[in-house]
């Protein structure tokens, strides 16, 4: 077997793989019955990593590799990656992507949101079944017992993943309370604090502080529908200001915030919030300029009304006088 020298793991699988396509059916049995004896040890790794989300690669010989210096707080995102060259040629790659998402679900199951309980069906029984399926199967067919094993896995262990997510980390709350405050859904809230900000906010931007701003926050909360927000989704939002630039007045500055920390920052990251930010600063400029007119039409429309009035006023006493000068004497 000429270059198969130096090869391990997934690579010499590919390697050995690429004589099942020979006419010869003995070469064939020959070759799959080898292919079933190298392949043992990947599928080992890989029974391992989707059932138990753990990976015991000691001689880098599966399609998974992963990064043990990585933070918890960054295992979802670069921790785990593919090692092409050890991608078996049997395993399409959006079946790796799958395995791949299926062993760093559990990973962060078991160590981001300190779940150990059992996920799905992933019983002894129903791994070795698998592994006795796999293992005289090498085809990259849609519906092959591969297949059928990896999305099984790949199905229970996303909903148990958002399930961890909605119940006890209440991601779907964190998501309206983003959508409430920093992109101002919740109106009378938001016109509440811009009523009771605008003295200080008109002011130079050097001169605010944060404390006063927050007890501000607090007083809109408190006087608005906002009261019967969740307190832990009220402990999270909060007051930041900008970097200050030359000129620059409160309403330039001034942005609501909202903490996010344990496995929901994963979901929301820094880039991600910040990009929330982005958004809230665009609407809160829109906003100021809205209630700018507001207050704007209502001085206006008082001063009309007081024009009206006096104008009216003026022409009842004119007529008036007029209809006395024309009384006879």
């Not at 859904?185 to 900000?197: K, P, S, V």
Request: hydrophobic residues 40%; proline residues 4%; glycine residues 6%.
């Amino acid at each position: 077997m000429v270059g198969w020298a130096g090869l391990k793991g997934g690579a010499l699988c590919s390697a050995i793989h690429a004589h099942l396509r020979c006419g010869d059916p003995f070469d064939v049995a020959l070759v799959r019955g080898i292919l079933n004896q190298v392949a043992r040890p990947v599928r080992c790794l890989l029974d391992q990593w989707i059932y138990e989300g753990e990976l015991r690669d000691n001689n880098d010989e599966f399609f998974v590799s992963g990064d043990d210096g990585v933070a918890e707080d960054k295992l979802w995102r670069e921790k785990y990656a593919i090692r092409k060259p050890m991608l078996p040629s049997f395993v399409p790659h959006e079946l790796a992507e799958k395995i791949l998402l299926i062993g760093k679900s559990i990973d962060f199951i078991r160590r981001a949101c300190r779940d150990r309980s059992p996920i799905g069906g992933s019983s002894r029984e129903s791994k070795d079944d698998a592994v006795a399926t796999i293992e005289l199967t090498f085809g990259d067919v849609p519906g092959s017992p591969l297949h059928q094993s990896i999305d099984l896995a790949y199905r229970e262990t996303s909903k148990r993943l958002l399930e961890i997510l909605y119940t006890k980390y209440n991601f779907l709350g964190h998501l309206k309370a983003m959508r409430r405050y920093l992109l101002m859904g919740q109106g009378d809230f938001i016109r509440h604090l811009m009523d009771l900000l605008e003295p200080e906010l008109e002011q130079d931007a050097k001169h605010l502080y944060l404390h006063n701003l927050t007890g501000t926050l607090e007083s809109a909360v408190r006087a608005t529908n906002a009261q019967f927000d969740d307190p832990d989704i009220l402990e999270r939002l909060d007051v930041r200001l900008l970097e200050l630039s030359a000129g620059d007045t409160g309403w330039d500055v001034f942005s609501l915030d909202y903490h996010v920390d344990g496995p929901i920052q994963t979901v929301f990251t820094h880039d991600t919030v910040r990009r929330y930010l982005r958004i809230f600063n665009f609407l809160w400029r829109a906003k100021r300029m809205e209630h700018g007119l507001a207050s704007v039409w209502k001085s206006q429309t008082s001063r009309t009304r007081e024009i009206r009035w006096m104008t009216g006023r003026q022409t009842r006493k004119s007529i008036a006088h007029s209809r006395r000068s024309f009384i006879p004497l």
